[in-house]
């Protein structure tokens, strides 16, 4: 998905620190993501912090931990969030979620997190693109096997994946117990194929899973007013 210059109704991003843009993929997730207003909200893997402020801006009395391997990405995140009217909700922790999710004292109403997904391709140069783009750190595996024992019964995580692996990833959830409770395919024109999936999956879920299809740009290439309106509390120029 592209990438674009991001700013929240209520501040701006503190681009300097933003090597990495904020990507479509970041901000149709935390547009549709399913949150409660109150509790406690993990985002694992939060890079420059967007998705942890989305939620933040959404949940209004809810407590969110933000996790980050990388440093950098890590430092740049506590920045961005510093200026926000929501710090004092969001706490940053730079580590590897593999070793420390067990360190948890409380359960998590709501997991989120835009994982690495590019299994299959050559690993970057670049080591902190490698591990933000990469599944050498953060499996679909550890994701769910971690994640079910610091979840509330009725709480939910929800993922960005590429659309071709969602069939896969879903299997690995069942794996661990999770079913899937929500599903819409993402595609940029509706001449395309979907490209990204947004999932949702609940705890011991036997329901049938909702499904739709969101489409991006409309037939004249001006964004279509699905997406205005799943987004329209983030962008300025919706």
């Known amino acids: 998905m592209s990438y674009s210059t991001f700013r929240f109704k209520q501040f701006e991003l503190h681009q300097e620190l933003c ?15 399913h949150i409660p207003q109150q509790g406690y909200l993990l985002d694992i893997g939060c890079g420059t912090g967007i998705l942890s402020l989305m939620v933040a801006q959404r949940a209004r009395y809810a ?39 067990h360190t948890f004292k409380s359960r998590f109403d709501s997991i989120i997190s835009n994982p690495p997904y590019f299994e299959q391709s050559l690993l970057s140069p670049d080591s902190a693109r490698t591990t933000a783009r990469h599944t050498t750190s953060l499996s679909y595996d550890t994701i769910f096997q971690k994640t079910r024992d610091i979840i509330t019964p009725n709480g939910n995580i929800s993922l960005v994946i590429p659309a071709d692996l969602y069939e896969h990833v879903n299997d690995i959830a069942m794996l661990y117990g999770w079913g899937a ?46 997406y205005k309106n799943l987004t329209k509390e983030f962008y300025l120029k919706f």
Not at 21 to 33: C, I
Not at 72 to 77: G, I, L, N, T, V
Not at 198 to 218: D, G, V
Request: glycine share 4%; hydrophobic share 40%.
């Open 19 to 33: 090597a990495m843009k904020v990507g479509t993929d970041s901000v149709l997730l935390g547009a549709w993501a």
């Open 181 to 226: 409770s929500r599903l819409t395919m993402v595609r940029t024109t509706s001449r395309k194929a979907p490209k990204r999936a947004l999932c949702e999956w609940r705890r011991n879920h036997y329901a049938p899973c909702h499904e739709e299809i969101l489409t991006i740009y409309s037939a004249s290439g001006q964004y279509s007013d699905e």
């Open 63 to 101: 407590s969110i931990k933000a996790i980050e391997i990388d440093i950098a990405a890590a430092r740049q995140s506590q920045e961005n969030i510093a200026q926000s009217p929501w710090h004092e909700r969001i706490e940053v922790i730079c580590g590897d979620f593999t070793q420390i999710a």
